[in-house]
Protein backbone atom coordinates (compact mmCIF):
# COMPACT_ATOMS: atom_id res chain seq x y z
CA UNK A 1 0.00 0.00 0.00
CA UNK A 2 1.46 3.38 -0.47
CA UNK A 3 2.37 5.66 2.38
CA UNK A 4 0.05 8.41 1.13
CA UNK A 5 -2.92 5.93 0.70
CA UNK A 6 -1.89 4.37 4.18
CA UNK A 7 -1.90 7.93 6.16
CA UNK A 8 -5.07 8.88 4.62
CA UNK A 9 -6.86 6.25 5.94
CA UNK A 10 -5.39 6.29 9.28
CA UNK A 11 -6.15 10.55 9.85
CA UNK A 12 -10.06 9.41 8.31
CA UNK A 13 -9.70 6.75 10.87
CA UNK A 14 -8.90 9.46 13.58
CA UNK A 15 -11.20 12.44 11.96
CA UNK A 16 -13.98 10.69 12.14
CA UNK A 17 -13.32 9.73 16.06
CA UNK A 18 -12.66 13.04 17.22
CA UNK A 19 -15.93 14.45 15.27
CA UNK A 20 -17.88 11.79 17.30
CA UNK A 21 -15.97 12.06 20.66
CA UNK A 22 -16.45 15.83 20.47
CA UNK A 23 -20.06 15.91 19.66
CA UNK A 24 -20.57 13.44 22.45
CA UNK A 25 -18.62 15.08 25.04
CA UNK A 26 -20.46 18.76 23.77
CA UNK A 27 -23.96 17.46 23.96
CA UNK A 28 -24.07 16.32 27.33
CA UNK A 29 -22.22 19.84 28.82
CA UNK A 30 -24.90 21.55 26.27
CA UNK A 31 -27.87 19.99 27.60
CA UNK A 32 -26.05 20.15 31.79
CA UNK A 33 -25.97 24.21 31.12
CA UNK A 34 -29.66 24.62 29.86
CA UNK A 35 -30.92 22.27 32.31
CA UNK A 36 -28.63 22.83 35.42
CA UNK A 37 -29.16 26.36 36.86
CA UNK A 38 -26.50 25.93 39.20
CA UNK A 39 -23.81 25.41 37.14
CA UNK A 40 -21.25 27.77 35.81
CA UNK A 41 -21.49 28.42 32.10
CA UNK A 42 -18.25 30.25 31.48
CA UNK A 43 -16.36 27.90 34.13
CA UNK A 44 -17.74 25.23 32.17
CA UNK A 45 -17.03 26.06 29.02
CA UNK A 46 -13.73 26.42 29.34
CA UNK A 47 -12.96 23.53 30.85
CA UNK A 48 -14.94 21.96 27.67
CA UNK A 49 -12.11 23.63 25.30
CA UNK A 50 -8.96 22.71 27.59
CA UNK A 51 -10.09 19.36 27.23
CA UNK A 52 -10.40 19.87 23.41
CA UNK A 53 -7.38 21.87 23.41
CA UNK A 54 -9.39 24.71 21.53
CA UNK A 55 -7.94 28.05 23.44
CA UNK A 56 -10.93 30.22 25.06
CA UNK A 57 -11.60 33.99 24.43
CA UNK A 58 -11.02 36.47 26.57
CA UNK A 59 -14.75 37.23 26.96
CA UNK A 60 -17.69 35.47 29.11
CA UNK A 61 -18.83 31.94 27.54
CA UNK A 62 -22.44 30.45 27.44
CA UNK A 63 -23.90 27.51 25.32
CA UNK A 64 -24.00 29.58 21.78
CA UNK A 65 -20.69 30.89 22.14
CA UNK A 66 -19.16 27.16 23.55
CA UNK A 67 -21.27 25.75 20.63
CA UNK A 68 -19.60 28.29 17.93
CA UNK A 69 -16.38 27.68 19.05
CA UNK A 70 -16.47 23.68 19.68
CA UNK A 71 -18.95 22.57 16.03
CA UNK A 72 -18.63 25.26 14.06
CA UNK A 73 -15.49 27.14 13.82
CA UNK A 74 -13.01 26.45 11.43
CA UNK A 75 -9.23 26.43 11.70
CA UNK A 76 -9.73 26.22 15.78
CA UNK A 77 -6.69 28.18 17.59
CA UNK A 78 -4.63 26.51 20.56
CA UNK A 79 -4.23 22.52 18.24
CA UNK A 80 -7.56 21.54 18.77
CA UNK A 81 -9.80 20.71 16.02
CA UNK A 82 -13.93 21.74 15.90
CA UNK A 83 -16.34 19.40 14.71
CA UNK A 84 -16.86 20.96 11.26
CA UNK A 85 -12.95 20.93 10.64
CA UNK A 86 -12.55 17.43 11.51
CA UNK A 87 -15.03 16.41 9.32
CA UNK A 88 -13.47 18.89 6.50
CA UNK A 89 -10.67 16.60 6.97
CA UNK A 90 -11.36 13.39 6.50
CA UNK A 91 -13.75 14.10 3.81
CA UNK A 92 -10.35 15.39 2.08
CA UNK A 93 -8.51 12.42 3.16
CA UNK A 94 -11.27 10.37 1.89
CA UNK A 95 -10.84 12.42 -1.26
CA UNK A 96 -7.03 11.65 -1.56
CA UNK A 97 -7.32 7.92 -1.24
CA UNK A 98 -10.36 7.07 -3.74
CA UNK A 99 -8.93 3.90 -4.96
CA UNK A 100 -8.93 2.71 -1.46
CA UNK A 101 -12.19 3.54 0.12
CA UNK A 102 -15.74 1.83 -0.84
CA UNK A 103 -17.83 4.54 -2.37
CA UNK A 104 -20.03 3.96 0.50
CA UNK A 105 -18.18 5.60 3.04
CA UNK A 106 -17.07 7.68 0.49
CA UNK A 107 -20.58 9.24 -0.45
CA UNK A 108 -20.93 8.90 3.32
CA UNK A 109 -18.42 11.49 4.51
CA UNK A 110 -18.79 13.57 1.03
CA UNK A 111 -22.83 14.01 1.84
CA UNK A 112 -22.04 14.78 5.31
CA UNK A 113 -19.59 17.43 4.84
CA UNK A 114 -22.50 18.79 2.06
CA UNK A 115 -25.04 19.08 4.77
CA UNK A 116 -22.95 20.99 7.51
CA UNK A 117 -23.72 24.14 6.17
CA UNK A 118 -27.55 23.58 6.41
CA UNK A 119 -27.44 21.69 9.37
CA UNK A 120 -25.39 24.59 11.18
CA UNK A 121 -28.57 27.37 10.45
CA UNK A 122 -30.99 24.29 11.29
CA UNK A 123 -29.18 24.38 14.89
CA UNK A 124 -28.78 27.84 15.18
CA UNK A 125 -32.71 28.08 15.11
CA UNK A 126 -33.48 24.57 17.15
CA UNK A 127 -30.66 24.60 19.64
CA UNK A 128 -27.25 22.68 18.96
CA UNK A 129 -28.53 19.08 19.90
CA UNK A 130 -29.81 19.06 16.25
CA UNK A 131 -26.64 19.35 14.67
CA UNK A 132 -24.41 17.11 17.36
CA UNK A 133 -27.34 14.21 16.54
CA UNK A 134 -26.37 14.44 13.51
CA UNK A 135 -22.74 14.14 13.96
CA UNK A 136 -22.89 11.12 16.00
CA UNK A 137 -25.57 9.37 13.95
CA UNK A 138 -23.01 10.19 10.48
CA UNK A 139 -20.36 8.70 12.38
CA UNK A 140 -21.89 5.52 13.29
CA UNK A 141 -23.13 5.10 9.84
CA UNK A 142 -19.42 5.91 8.57
CA UNK A 143 -18.27 3.27 10.92
CA UNK A 144 -20.82 0.34 10.23
CA UNK A 145 -20.51 0.85 6.10
CA UNK A 146 -16.24 0.91 6.58
CA UNK A 147 -16.95 -2.53 8.96
CA UNK A 148 -19.64 -3.66 6.13
CA UNK A 149 -17.68 -2.88 2.64
CA UNK A 150 -14.35 -2.73 3.28
CA UNK A 151 -11.85 -5.78 3.41
CA UNK A 152 -9.90 -6.59 6.48
CA UNK A 153 -6.35 -5.69 4.89
CA UNK A 154 -3.96 -3.46 5.73
CA UNK A 155 -6.10 -0.59 4.59
CA UNK A 156 -8.31 -1.11 6.69
CA UNK A 157 -5.97 -1.88 9.69
CA UNK A 158 -4.85 1.66 9.20
CA UNK A 159 -7.82 3.37 9.79
CA UNK A 160 -9.22 0.68 12.81
CA UNK A 161 -5.66 1.87 14.53
CA UNK A 162 -6.47 5.35 14.05
CA UNK A 163 -9.89 5.15 15.38
CA UNK A 164 -8.81 3.27 18.34
CA UNK A 165 -6.01 5.85 19.13
CA UNK A 166 -8.01 8.54 18.60
CA UNK A 167 -10.49 7.22 21.19
CA UNK A 168 -8.48 6.70 23.92
CA UNK A 169 -6.87 10.08 23.51
CA UNK A 170 -10.23 12.07 23.75
CA UNK A 171 -11.19 9.17 26.52
CA UNK A 172 -7.76 10.53 28.35
CA UNK A 173 -8.96 14.27 27.40
CA UNK A 174 -12.42 13.51 29.29
CA UNK A 175 -11.10 12.01 32.59
CA UNK A 176 -8.10 14.68 32.75
CA UNK A 177 -11.51 17.32 33.34
CA UNK A 178 -12.55 15.79 36.43
CA UNK A 179 -9.32 15.06 38.31
CA UNK A 180 -10.01 16.45 41.63
CA UNK A 181 -13.22 16.33 41.83
CA UNK A 182 -15.09 14.89 44.75
CA UNK A 183 -15.90 10.80 44.44
CA UNK A 184 -20.05 11.70 44.60
CA UNK A 185 -19.56 14.82 42.42
CA UNK A 186 -22.12 14.71 39.52
CA UNK A 187 -19.79 15.28 37.06
CA UNK A 188 -18.97 11.51 37.06
CA UNK A 189 -22.50 11.29 35.55
CA UNK A 190 -21.28 13.10 32.67
CA UNK A 191 -18.30 11.35 32.15
CA UNK A 192 -20.29 8.01 31.93
CA UNK A 193 -22.54 9.91 29.03
CA UNK A 194 -19.78 11.73 27.29
CA UNK A 195 -18.49 8.18 26.58
CA UNK A 196 -21.93 6.90 25.53
CA UNK A 197 -21.18 4.28 28.59
CA UNK A 198 -23.81 5.33 31.46
CA UNK A 199 -26.35 2.95 30.61
CA UNK A 200 -23.43 -0.29 29.74
CA UNK A 201 -22.13 1.12 33.45
CA UNK A 202 -25.55 0.91 35.30
CA UNK A 203 -25.98 -2.56 34.16
CA UNK A 204 -22.53 -3.51 34.96
CA UNK A 205 -22.41 -2.04 38.54
CA UNK A 206 -26.42 -2.50 39.38
CA UNK A 207 -26.87 1.27 39.61
CA UNK A 208 -24.27 1.81 42.08
CA UNK A 209 -22.77 5.14 40.85
CA UNK A 210 -19.03 6.11 42.77
CA UNK A 211 -16.30 7.43 41.73
CA UNK A 212 -13.47 4.54 41.90
CA UNK A 213 -15.99 2.34 39.74
CA UNK A 214 -16.46 4.99 36.76
CA UNK A 215 -12.69 5.14 36.62
CA UNK A 216 -12.40 1.53 36.65
CA UNK A 217 -15.00 0.93 34.00
CA UNK A 218 -13.64 3.63 31.73
CA UNK A 219 -10.16 2.73 32.30
CA UNK A 220 -10.15 -0.93 32.30
CA UNK A 221 -13.55 -2.74 31.42
CA UNK A 222 -12.82 -5.56 28.71
CA UNK A 223 -16.07 -5.96 26.98
CA UNK A 224 -17.23 -2.38 26.52
CA UNK A 225 -15.47 -1.11 23.10
CA UNK A 226 -14.90 2.82 24.25
CA UNK A 227 -12.70 1.59 27.61
CA UNK A 228 -9.20 2.50 26.92
CA UNK A 229 -7.67 -1.04 27.85
CA UNK A 230 -10.56 -2.03 25.07
CA UNK A 231 -8.97 0.45 22.46
CA UNK A 232 -5.56 -0.11 23.47
CA UNK A 233 -6.09 -3.81 22.89
CA UNK A 234 -7.82 -2.89 19.64
CA UNK A 235 -4.85 -0.91 18.44
CA UNK A 236 -2.81 -3.19 19.54
CA UNK A 237 -4.12 -6.28 17.10
CA UNK A 238 -4.37 -3.67 14.72
CA UNK A 239 -0.90 -2.98 14.33
CA UNK A 240 -0.01 -6.97 14.58
CA UNK A 241 -1.55 -7.76 11.71
CA UNK A 242 0.01 -4.64 9.82
CA UNK A 243 3.55 -6.02 11.09
CA UNK A 244 2.59 -9.71 10.68
CA UNK A 245 5.03 -10.82 13.03
CA UNK A 246 2.88 -11.70 15.93
CA UNK A 247 4.97 -14.68 16.72
CA UNK A 248 8.47 -13.06 16.46
CA UNK A 249 10.90 -14.88 19.07
CA UNK A 250 11.71 -11.25 20.09
CA UNK A 251 8.66 -9.55 20.97
CA UNK A 252 7.70 -6.16 19.76
CA UNK A 253 9.46 -5.37 16.45
CA UNK A 254 8.84 -2.11 16.24
CA UNK A 255 8.75 1.35 18.47
CA UNK A 256 4.74 1.62 17.72
CA UNK A 257 4.54 -2.13 18.68
CA UNK A 258 6.23 -1.42 22.13
CA UNK A 259 4.46 1.97 22.99
CA UNK A 260 1.18 -0.06 22.65
CA UNK A 261 2.30 -2.85 24.30
CA UNK A 262 3.62 -0.98 27.47
CA UNK A 263 0.36 1.30 27.78
CA UNK A 264 -1.82 -1.91 27.74
CA UNK A 265 0.32 -3.63 30.03
CA UNK A 266 0.62 -1.21 32.43
CA UNK A 267 -3.62 -0.97 32.94
CA UNK A 268 -3.62 -4.91 32.29
CA UNK A 269 -2.10 -5.48 35.92
CA UNK A 270 -2.77 -2.47 37.42
CA UNK A 271 -4.79 -2.58 41.11
CA UNK A 272 -8.78 -1.02 40.28
CA UNK A 273 -8.73 0.36 43.98
CA UNK A 274 -6.12 2.55 43.56
CA UNK A 275 -6.74 4.49 40.55
CA UNK A 276 -7.86 7.42 41.65
CA UNK A 277 -4.97 8.02 43.79
CA UNK A 278 -3.03 8.28 40.65
CA UNK A 279 -5.11 9.18 37.93
CA UNK A 280 -3.38 12.85 36.90
CA UNK A 281 -0.03 11.27 36.22
CA UNK A 282 -1.90 7.95 34.52
CA UNK A 283 -3.85 9.84 32.20
CA UNK A 284 -0.98 12.14 31.68
CA UNK A 285 0.97 8.81 30.44
CA UNK A 286 -1.49 7.37 28.42
CA UNK A 287 -1.92 10.66 26.74
CA UNK A 288 1.91 10.62 25.65
CA UNK A 289 1.70 7.38 24.77
CA UNK A 290 -0.72 8.29 22.07
CA UNK A 291 1.30 11.22 20.85
CA UNK A 292 4.10 8.46 20.63
CA UNK A 293 2.92 5.85 18.92
CA UNK A 294 1.35 8.68 16.32
CA UNK A 295 4.56 9.51 15.83
CA UNK A 296 6.29 6.47 15.70
CA UNK A 297 3.64 5.25 13.16
CA UNK A 298 4.53 8.30 11.15
CA UNK A 299 8.39 7.78 10.90
CA UNK A 300 7.93 4.02 10.52
CA UNK A 301 4.75 3.92 7.89
CA UNK A 302 3.52 7.67 6.59
CA UNK A 303 7.57 9.36 6.13
CA UNK A 304 9.89 6.41 6.48
CA UNK A 305 12.18 7.91 3.58
CA UNK A 306 13.67 11.20 5.68
CA UNK A 307 14.80 13.99 3.97
CA UNK A 308 18.44 13.84 2.89
CA UNK A 309 20.30 16.41 1.92
CA UNK A 310 22.77 16.17 -1.26
CA UNK A 311 26.25 14.39 -0.45
CA UNK A 312 28.62 17.18 -0.83
CA UNK A 313 26.40 19.97 0.81
CA UNK A 314 28.30 20.66 3.44
CA UNK A 315 32.11 20.51 1.42
CA UNK A 316 31.47 23.24 -1.07
CA UNK A 317 33.76 26.61 -1.68
CA UNK A 318 32.25 29.27 -0.27
CA UNK A 319 30.89 31.35 -3.03
CA UNK A 320 33.45 34.38 -3.89
CA UNK A 321 32.56 38.06 -2.48
CA UNK A 322 29.73 39.74 -3.89
CA UNK A 323 28.09 36.62 -5.75
CA UNK A 324 25.27 34.76 -4.95
CA UNK A 325 22.87 32.06 -5.93
CA UNK A 326 19.98 33.61 -8.47
Known sequence: MLARNAEALYWIGRYVERADD????????????????????????????????????????????????????????????????AITA???????????????????????F???????RAAKRLGPHEFLSFIEGRAAMFAGLA??????????RF??????????????????????????????VTVLRSA?????YLRTYRGVLDANRVVEFILLDRLFPRSIFYSLKLAEHSLDELLHSRGSRVGATSEAQRLLGRARSELEFVRPGVLLESLEMRLAGLQKSCFDVGEALSTQYFHAVPWV??????????????????
Open 90 to 112: ARENARSAREVTSTETWECLNTT
Open 309 to 326: AWSDAGHRDPLPAGKGKK
Open 196 to 200: GAHDT
Open 114 to 120: NALGERE
Open 147 to 156: DSTLSRDDGY
Open 159 to 188: MVLGRAIERVDMTVRMLLSRVGDSAVSPAW
Open 22 to 85: TARILDVTVHQLLEDSSVDPDHTSRVLLQVLGIDAPETELDVWSLTDLVAFQRKTKGGGTSIVD
